[in-house]
């Protein structure tokens, strides 16, 4: 059977397709997204808000435990019901007795999440009794002015359920809780259902579904070299708890900023130390790391914070090692840039070079110098990071590619891999983006004939060719394709 060939317009049109499955499947560069309402979930500690948020948010995005005080950052989301979207908010609670300094800083994250909601859901626990700090609570909201919503969780049998309607559940003046059980799934229609018609009804509409995400960017680092402190200037206010102690950020936090016209979704992770140490501390630490593990996977672009002011050691590069496994774009911020002393105008150069050295699974990733103390520079880091996300969806034009090909293949033949004799390459196709895919087809009879060494170079040389800084680049070596005729 006789196979036409494709015309060059429909190749055109495949070509454009398969492009446009890649940009709605990941982030695209320049994207836009409505206004969403926000919805800050408000209670004392231990009333199931975690688990609320998390079973929203339809993912184990908050720490759960028995511990109070478990959520210190406030924590954000989209929740997506009948087609529109609103974004939850998950707070610390609000009664922590004696509360230690974190504890204060998170309440005080708690108040202003409150002024800043559009509407409340003030959450009950119906297996006690009304808590007189839960009636303060109660007495704040309605000062507030805000729409609120009040939520009777745990409620997971008929007498509980029945509890939801008893007068003693109605604090403040608020209404009658809705019962449900965060924990089970049950009762939250009903309560969505209600928190639309609210919105609604005091001109707050949820928007619309988008398909375009933002671009979302891990913040990941060893303990204590100022990640948070750098997420606070880029949203110039006290999002993130800053503290000298190490892990006070326990979990990843996302975080929706918009620039402009453009999105971008922050996660601040908890610090990465070694192994042994979080095997030995064990709880709600250890449980963070393996987050941070799992928020690199589903980011965009990290932005890989060191400490320009002590050596960089084997956690550094470790994190470094695990970024180029990824396949994620990567900005090096060399943070605490005011604490370098006799600075002159060879230093930053030093310091780059170093920082490769010490690092060189990411000698193609931007390397920026800042000081999230005074801010210097912190703010160049959206136009590094849109840089690197066009870079990663950057499709090289056929005659360009066949150029550089040439000239890379004149200057260096391949060595041979696992064969008698070097393979003979016959060209080299762009197959995919985010991040830049090529394929060097050669004239062998299995593709491990070509040395590594060789594919690594033409990465190099891809690198220093075209605008790719801040995305890795994945070249493979593939056999002829046999047409049928």
Same mark, same amino acid.
């Given at each position: 059977m006789k196979i036409r060939k494709q015309k060059?317009?429909?190749k055109m049109l495949i070509s454009l397709l398969f492009l446009a499955k890649q940009v709605l499947h990941l982030s695209a560069p320049n994207n836009m997204r409505p206004h969403l309402p926000t919805i800050a979930i408000i209670g004392r500690t231990n009333v199931g808000k975690s688990t609320l948020f998390n079973r929203l948010a339809e993912e184990n995005k908050a720490l759960v435990s028995r511990v109070p005080g478990t959520t210190r950052d406030r924590h954000e989301a989209d929740c997506l019901w009948r087609g529109r979207i609103i974004r939850i908010v998950d707070t610390a609670g609000l009664d922590?007795?004696?509360?230690?300094?974190?504890?204060?800083?998170?309440?005080?994250?708690?108040?202003?999440?409150?002024?800043?909601?559009?509407?409340?859901?003030?959450?009950?626990?119906?297996k006690g009794v009304p808590l007189p700090q839960e009636?303060?609570?109660?007495?704040?909201l309605r000062r507030s002015k805000k729409p609120v919503i009040t939520v009777g969780n745990k409620a997971e049998s008929p007498a509980q359920i029945l509890a939801a309607e008893s007068g003693e559940w109605r604090l403040g003046g608020l209404p009658t809780p809705i019962p449900i059980s965060a924990l089970r799934g049950t009762g939250l229609g009903d309560m969505l259902d209600r928190v639309y018609e609210s919105l609604e009804k005091h001109g707050i509409p949820p928007a619309e579904l988008s398909q375009i995400s933002p671009v979302r960017v891990a913040v990941i680092g060893k303990p204590n070299v100022?990640?948070?402190?750098?997420?606070?200037?880029?949203?110039?206010?006290?999002?993130?708890?800053?503290?000298?102690?190490?892990?006070?950020?326990?979990?990843?936090?996302?975080?929706?900023?918009?620039?402009?016209?453009k999105n971008y979704l922050f996660i601040d992770t908890a610090g990465m130390r070694k192994r042994g140490k979080v095997r030995k501390t064990g709880g709600l630490e250890?449980?963070?790391?393996?987050?941070? *593990?799992? %928020?690199?996977?589903?980011?965009? &672009?990290? $932005?890989?914070? =060191?400490? #320009?002011?002590?050596?960089?050691?084997?956690?550094?590069r470790i994190l470094a090692g695990l970024l180029q496994e990824t396949g994620i774009g990567v900005i090096v911020v060399a943070n605490k840039w005011d604490l370098i002393p006799d600075k002159t105008p060879t230093t930053i150069g030093k310091f780059s070079e170093a920082i490769k050295n010490a690092l060189p699974f990411l000698t193609w990733a931007p390397v920026l110098f800042t000081s999230a103390k005074t801010g210097q520079r912190v703010d160049e880091l959206f136009h590094l990071?849109?840089? *690197?996300? %066009?870079?990663?969806?950057?499709? &090289?034009? $056929?005659?360009? =590619?066949? #150029?550089?090909?040439?000239?890379?293949?004149?200057?260096?033949?391949?060595?041979?891999?696992?064969?008698?004799k070097p393979p003979k390459v016959l060209g080299i196709k762009q197959v995919g983006v985010a991040p830049?895919?090529?394929?060097?087809?050669?004239?062998?009879?299995?593709?491990?004939?070509?040395?590594?060494?060789?594919?690594?170079?033409?990465?190099?040389?891809?690198?220093?060719?075209?605008?790719?800084?801040?995305?890795?680049?994945?070249?493979?070596?593939?056999?002829?394709?046999?047409?049928?005729?």
């Amino acid at each position: 059977m006789k196979i036409r060939k494709q015309k060059p317009r429909k190749k055109m049109l495949i070509s454009l397709l398969f492009l446009a499955k890649q940009v709605l499947h990941l982030s695209a560069p320049n994207n836009m997204r409505p206004h969403l309402p926000t919805i800050a979930i408000i209670g004392r500690t231990n009333v199931g808000k975690s688990t609320l948020f998390n079973r929203l948010a339809e993912e184990n995005k908050a720490l759960v435990s028995r511990v109070p005080g478990t959520t210190r950052d406030r924590h954000e989301a989209d929740c997506l019901w009948r087609g529109r979207i609103i974004r939850i908010v998950d707070t610390a609670g609000l009664d922590v007795p004696h509360a230690e300094d974190l504890e204060q800083d998170a309440m005080k994250q708690t108040e202003r999440a409150i002024e800043q909601a559009d509407l409340i859901l003030f959450v009950l626990d119906l297996k006690g009794v009304p808590l007189p700090q839960e009636r303060k609570i109660a007495e704040r909201l309605r000062r507030s002015k805000k729409p609120v919503i009040t939520v009777g969780n745990k409620a997971e049998s008929p007498a509980q359920i029945l509890a939801a309607e008893s007068g003693e559940w109605r604090l403040g003046g608020l209404p009658t809780p809705i019962p449900i059980s965060a924990l089970r799934g049950t009762g939250l229609g009903d309560m969505l259902d209600r928190v639309y018609e609210s919105l609604e009804k005091h001109g707050i509409p949820p928007a619309e579904l988008s398909q375009i995400s933002p671009v979302r960017v891990a913040v990941i680092g060893k303990p204590n070299v100022g990640k948070s402190s750098v997420l606070n200037q880029l949203l110039k206010e006290e999002r993130f708890i800053v503290s000298p102690i190490a892990h006070t950020t326990r979990e990843p936090v996302d975080t929706l900023v918009e620039v402009g016209e453009k999105n971008y979704l922050f996660i601040d992770t908890a610090g990465m130390r070694k192994r042994g140490k979080v095997r030995k501390t064990g709880g709600l630490e250890a449980i963070g790391v393996e987050r941070t *593990v799992e %928020t690199i996977k589903r980011a965009d &672009i990290a $932005l890989l914070v =060191l400490d #320009a002011s002590e050596p960089f050691g084997v956690q550094d590069r470790i994190l470094a090692g695990l970024l180029q496994e990824t396949g994620i774009g990567v900005i090096v911020v060399a943070n605490k840039w005011d604490l370098i002393p006799d600075k002159t105008p060879t230093t930053i150069g030093k310091f780059s070079e170093a920082i490769k050295n010490a690092l060189p699974f990411l000698t193609w990733a931007p390397v920026l110098f800042t000081s999230a103390k005074t801010g210097q520079r912190v703010d160049e880091l959206f136009h590094l990071i849109d840089e *690197v996300q %066009t870079a990663r969806f950057t499709e &090289i034009p $056929l005659e360009e =590619l066949e #150029a550089f090909f040439i000239k890379a293949t004149r200057a260096r033949l391949p060595m041979k891999g696992k064969g008698p004799k070097p393979p003979k390459v016959l060209g080299i196709k762009q197959v995919g983006v985010a991040p830049p895919t090529f394929a060097v087809t050669i004239r062998a009879k299995r593709t491990d004939v070509i040395h590594p060494s060789y594919l690594r170079y033409l990465e190099n040389r891809l690198h220093e060719s075209f605008p790719l800084s801040g995305t890795p680049i994945k070249v493979s070596a593939r056999l002829p394709t046999v047409r049928a005729v």
